[in-house]
T-cell receptor, first 113, second 112 residues
Framework: EPEVTQTPSHQVTQMGQEVILRCVPI?????FYWYRQILGQKVEFLVS????????KSEIFDDQFSVERPDGSNFTLKIRSTKLEDSAMYFC???????????FGPGTRLTVT | GNSVTQMEGPVTLSEEAFLTINCTYT??????LFWYVQYPGEGLQLLLK?????DKGSNKGFEATYRKETTSFHLEKGSVQVSDSAVYFC???????????FGQGTILTVHP
């Protein structure tokens, strides 16, 4: 069964460094998402991406964040200058056209020290 | 925007007990509703969905009915197993691009 994959599973970085989180969505899906979950809090929507552009973003998704689908298979989330409060589990998800449900990857745990 | 409220956890049950996890939502319009489950050390898996009022989603013995009049989507299972121990998330789908709004999650622990 096709699945969403994410790499790395755990990333540790120093405050102020740039990180790139990588996702490979399900191959025929059209809509792509990033969510995050700070420890002990709700899963929060960050951004959705469709037709090679951002379709919706939350207040969290400020100028420090960017997304890209560089090669038709990968979907990346970049944080330009990490802060301590960016420490969280980041989930990628994808959805097929005409479908309602999203399929999630296993997550990347980002720790900013 | 949408909001989702789940019953406070954690929930601890004995095997074969009946499970209910309450979920209510507020939304403009009629969102699609979902339950996702996160087993220990794993990602979020779709458990079931309902896309319109009075739809019943079901999977692996779990059921939830989309109740427009009470804006609810409560999760039920008649007889839980130890393997059902996980975190359960109620979600509402919003805009045409499908952004999900999550409830806070309910930790379920089932003892033998």
């Amino acid at each position: 069964e096709p699945e969403v994959t994410q790499t790395p599973s755990h990333q540790v970085t120093q405050m102020g460094q740039e990180v790139i989180l990588r996702c490979v969505p399900i191959s025929n899906h059209l809509y792509f998402y990033w969510y995050r979950q700070i420890l002990g809090q709700k899963v929060e929507f960050l951004v959705s991406f469709y037709n090679n552009e951002i379709s919706e973003k939350s207040e969290i998704f400020d100028d420090q964040f960017s997304v890209e689908r560089p090669d038709g298979s990968n979907f990346t989330l970049k944080i330009r200058s990490t802060k301590l409060e960016d420490s969280a589990m980041y989930f990628c998800a994808s959805r097929g056209g005409g479908r309602y449900e999203q399929y999630f990857g296993p997550g990347t745990r980002l720790t900013v020290t | 925007g949408n909001s989702v409220t789940q019953m406070e956890g954690p929930v601890t049950l004995s095997e074969e007990a009946f499970l209910t996890i309450n979920c209510t939502y507020t939304a403009t319009g009629y969102p699609s509703l979902f339950w996702y489950v996160q087993y220990p050390g794993e990602g979020l898996q779709l458990l079931l969905k309902a896309t319109k009022a009075d739809d019943k989603g079901s999977n692996k013995g779990f059921e939830a009915t989309y109740r427009k009049e009470t804006t609810s989507f409560h999760l039920e299972k008649g007889s839980v197993q130890v393997s059902d121990s996980a975190v359960y998330f109620c979600c509402a789908g919003g805009t045409s691009y499908g952004k999900l709004t999550f409830g806070q999650g309910t930790i379920l622990t089932v003892h033998p």
